[in-house]
């Protein structure tokens, strides 16, 4: 079973920052397999980006993903005051979750 | 629209078993996969792992492999995760969810309690 590292565990940034998120795999993913999902205290989980770049439906622009093989990286390019969560990247469905990065306010 | 409706919450001693439900509607309930996620207080998500209710073919996360049972009734478009030897450590709130890019669809999620 594929065993997913997300860094850093937290991210304290400011409203209009720019967030890096990682997510390293123990061994290489194909591409189509890689998600991403956004989740705040008392509500689901919400799919951000799945095939490892491509938004899901009614995600903003400013969340984007990139990756490939083991490395894969979530950035929201200008944080805005909804976006402060936690954040989680996935095997599509078929393996456990990373440990979540948790995007603070600064 | 899509919609997935858990059962209620369960409270559940250690040892005992907990089943929850998870009904589907406003899509064709044999072309999606369903997966189970929970979240306990304080903690990160876990992967459970999904059913397929087309064949009722299921993979599960290693672990839970010895403790979870994921089922389906397509002649009410219902899925059942059950979980036994709970833990206190199980306590947490269980989701379903339908997920294939680009849409998302999750349960309202249930509760399950597990304590003395």
């Known amino acids: 079973e594929i065993v997913l590292t997300q860094s850093p565990g937290t991210l304290s940034l400011s409203p209009g920052e720019r967030a890096t998120l990682s997510c390293r795999a123990s061994?290489?993913?194909?591409?189509?397999?890689l998600a991403w999902y956004q989740h705040k205290p008392g509500q689901a989980p919400r799919l951000l980006i799945y095939?490892?770049?491509s938004r899901a439906t009614g995600i903003p622009d400013r969340f984007s993903g990139s990756g490939s093989g083991t490395d894969f990286t979530l950035t929201i390019s200008r944080l805005e005051p909804e976006d402060f969560a936690v954040y989680y990247c996935?095997?599509?469905?078929?393996?456990?979750f990373g440990g979540g990065t948790k995007v603070e306010i600064k | 629209q899509v919609q997935l409706v858990q059962s209620g919450a369960e409270v559940k001693k250690p040892g005992a078993s907990v089943k929850v439900s998870c009904k589907a509607s406003?899509?064709?309930?044999?072309?999606?996969?369903l997966h189970w996620v929970r979240q306990a207080p304080g903690q990160g998500l876990e992967w459970m792992g999904w059913?397929?209710?087309?064949?009722?073919?299921?993979k599960y996360a290693q672990k839970f492999q010895d403790r979870v049972t994921m089922t389906r009734d397509t002649s009410i478009s219902t899925v059942y995760m059950e979980l036994s030897s709970l833990r206190s450590d199980d306590t947490a709130v269980y989701y379903c969810?339908?997920?294939?890019?680009?849409?998302?669809?999750w349960g309202q999620g249930t509760l399950v309690t597990v304590s003395s």
């Open positions: 406003g899509y064709t309930f044999t072309d999606y996969y």
């Open positions: 969810a339908r997920v294939k890019g680009p849409r998302d669809y």
């Open positions: 095939y490892t770049s």
């Open positions: 059913i397929y209710p087309n064949s009722g073919g299921t």
């Open positions: 996935q095997q599509y469905g078929s393996s456990p």
């Open positions: 061994q290489s993913i194909s591409s189509t397999n």
